[in-house]
């Protein structure tokens, strides 16, 4: 079985920074793509940030050059780390990343969310 854990989320104020973590562990044989989405409440969830197997990252209009998103394999981690923050960020934040098991089972897992709230 695999999970997925997320951490770092908070209250912070404006202009400040957090940092996302997402732990996966279980019976992971390898990782791939990994992303993070978020969700405000009464909204849809929109994509923040990925990171493709193939290299690369990807980030969303609304916080690019504020937000990186970066993987390691060794450690089972995609990080988001947020810099300048707004009150427009507040939403719980998910992370996703497609794994393969040891059964040879490829699949998409989502983390339970993390709520991050910017306000003064």
Known sequence: QVQLVESGGGL?????SLRLSCTASGSISSMYAGAWYRQASGTQRELVA????TGGTNYADSVKGR????????????????NSLKVEDTAVYLCKVTIRDLRGVLAAYWGQGTQVTVSS
């Open 50 to 53: 990925s990171v493709p197997s």
């Open 67 to 82: 937000f990186t998103i970066s993987r390691d394999n060794t450690k089972k981690t995609v990080d988001l780390q947020m």
């Open 12 to 16: 912070v104020q404006p202009g400040g």
